[in-house]
């Protein structure tokens, strides 16, 4: 199966910048699109930024001009950079993948466990 680790969370003033990483590990046939997705506490799960093989991408309104989602089809990774970053973007961000496993397995969704990203003074 695929497994999702995420990494960059942390402690931020407002406006500062950080950086995520999710790299995808396991067995690995194909992924026809990779995201970031966060969670706030009592708020329901949202879409943040999402990047496909080819390398379309797609960003949530609230972050557009702020984040920037950058893969690496090689590798498996993709990357967040996360600028002027306000205390409502406080959540726990999540990686996503859309993958197949084998070639014989449909495609499937697949997630990290998660990083906490606290934007505070």
């Known amino acids: 199966q695929v497994q999702l680790v995420e990494s960059g969370g942390g402690l931020v003033q407002p406006g500062g910048s950080l950086r995520l990483s999710c790299a995808a590990s396991?067995?690995?046939?194909?992924?026809?699109?990779m995201g970031w997705y966060r969670q706030a506490p009592g708020k329901e799960r949202e879409m943040v930024a999402s990047i496909s093989s080819g390398g379309t991408t797609n960003y949530a309104d609230s972050v557009k001009g702020r984040f920037t989602i950058s893969g690496d089809n090689a590798k498996n990774t993709i990357d967040l950079q996360m600028n002027n970053l306000k205390p409502e973007d406080t959540a726990v961000y999540y990686c996503r993948a859309n993958a197949k496993a084998t070639r014989w397995l449909p495609l499937m969704t697949y997630w990290g466990k998660g990083t906490l990203v606290t934007v505070s003074s």
């Open positions: 396991g067995s690995i046939f194909s992924i026809s699109d």
